[in-house]
Every structure is written in structure tokens, then in C-alpha cells.
T-cell receptor, first 113, second 116 residues
Framework: QKEVEQDPGPLSVPEGAIVSLNCTYSNSAFQYFMWYRQYSRKGPELLMYTYSSGNKEDGRFTAQVDKSSKYISLFIRDSQPSDSATYLCAMRGNAGNNRKLIWGLGTSLAVNP | DSGVTQTPKHLITATGQRVTLRCSPRSGDLSVYWYQQSLDQGLQFLIQYYNGEERAKGNILERFSAQQFPDLHSELNLSSLELGDSALYFC???????????????FGSGTRLTVV
């Protein structure tokens, strides 16, 4: 079993839809949770970063962490065609080997006009 | 433009050959990280250099090596190439020394390597 599981999709939604992207993980030591967005032929770019549990909002994007369920989510409101990309979750712990960043495989999202 | 420059963008080579991928980090960043991305394995951390010295090693094969030069650019050398080495290779840079502070990365656009 991988430490981080992420459904690769693809996910296809109409413009304006609310999108929910998710990752599950197995290592309870993970404390830092990130979402990266990767456009085709580009490197990943950091979208959202959350420490420990709770929600974080930035414009149309909301990141949620539920450590009790070992589950993180990224919500995109009023999705736009420009949101079409692959979304990767990444996470790490605080000490020792757990400080190594572990990545999900990424979920491919297409927002259709 | 992220500020991290990778060359070449595409590379096609035969099995058994050796190639060198180059990365120039963002201005001011001392750490360079190399990643391999394939469809089935996702992003795999290979190696990190900080200010010319190897800082952390990930899943890097013995056939692969890297170095960071005094001007902070880095090269990833891949030798005795196999079909399975075909992947996207990304370089990322950060100001941080610690491999744990990965959220501060800036990625380049990658080099697509195809081994035939």
C-alpha cells in the first residue's frame, strides 16, 4: 500500500461546478499538507499549504485536513477552464524520515466550458 | 516563467547511452532538488544539493549521479540508460537547506527523456 493514495481520475466537470479532490494517507506522523497544480508541460506549482488539521481558504480554493480520518481535500469553487490541470497532494511529517515529502500520483481535472 | 531553467526540454536517446540534464536554480536559491516523474510512480525524489554539497538522497539509481557547481547550477547524469528510465525529470530550487522544507519549492518545466 502506498503511503499516499490519490485517485488519478480523469475528472471532467462543467464550468462553474464545485470540484472536490482528495487524498488519503497512512502515516499518522504527517503534519504538513500541500496541494500542487501541474499544467501540461510544466512543473508543479504550490497552490495551498496547510499545517495539521483544519481548513484553509484562498480565493476559490479551500484545503481541508482531517487527521482523524487521514484524509485531505481540495475544493475548487466556480471552476474555470483555466483550472484544467493535474492536482498533486504532498505531505510530510516533522522529524527524521518523516520529513521526506511524499507525493500522490495526481488527479487530472478537465473543466469544460 | 518560474525562474528555474532546465535544458534540454526534450531528449531522445538509445538504450545504453548516457545523457546530462542541466538545471539553473532561481536567483538566490541555494538548494537544488531533482525529481523523476512517471505515470505509474508519480513524483519520485532523487537527490538534493545545497550550496554545492549533497544534502539528501532519495530513490536515485546507482547509474544516476548529480552535482552542483560553484555557480549553483546542477547537472543530473543518467548512464546505461534503460527503457524504464523514460520519464519527466524535474529540477526544483529553494532557499532552504532542509529537504523537509519542501513546500518552499519552485519547479522548472522539466526535461522529457525518451529512451528507445
Amino acid at each position: 500500500q502506498k503511503e499516499v493514495e490519490q485517485d488519478p481520475g480523469p475528472l471532467s466537470v462543467p464550468e462553474g461546478a464545485i470540484v472536490s479532490l482528495n487524498c488519503t494517507y497512512s502515516n499518522s506522523a504527517f503534519q504538513y499538507f500541500m496541494w500542487y497544480r501541474q499544467y501540461s508541460r510544466k512543473g508543479p506549482e504550490l497552490l495551498m499549504y496547510t499545517y495539521s488539521s483544519g481548513n484553509k481558504e484562498d480565493g476559490r480554493f479551500t484545503a481541508q485536513v482531517d487527521k482523524s480520518s487521514k484524509y485531505i481535500s481540495l475544493f475548487i469553487r466556480d471552476s474555470q477552464p483555466s483550472d484544467s490541470a493535474t492536482y498533486l497532494c504532498a505531505m510530510r511529517g516533522n522529524a527524521g524520515n518523516n520529513r521526506k515529502l511524499i507525493w500522490g500520483l495526481g488527479t487530472s481535472l478537465a473543466v469544460n466550458p | 516563467d518560474s525562474g528555474v531553467t532546465q535544458t534540454p526540454k526534450h531528449l531522445i536517446t538509445a538504450t545504453g547511452q548516457r545523457v546530462t540534464l542541466r538545471c539553473s536554480p532561481r536567483s538566490g536559491d541555494l538548494s537544488v532538488y531533482w525529481y523523476q516523474q512517471s505515470l505509474d510512480q508519480g513524483l519520485q525524489f532523487l537527490i538534493q544539493y545545497y550550496n554545492g554539497e549533497e544534502r539528501a538522497k532519495g530513490n536515485i539509481l546507482e547509474r544516476f549521479s548529480a552535482q552542483q557547481f560553484p555557480d549553483l547550477h546542477s547537472e543530473l547524469n543518467l548512464s546505461s540508460l534503460e527503457l524504464g528510465d523514460s520519464a519527466l525529470y524535474f529540477c526544483a530550487s529553494s532557499a532552504s537547506i532542509s529537504t523537509g522544507d519542501n513546500y518552499g519549492y519552485t519547479f522548472g518545466s522539466g526535461t522529457r527523456l525518451t529512451v528507445v
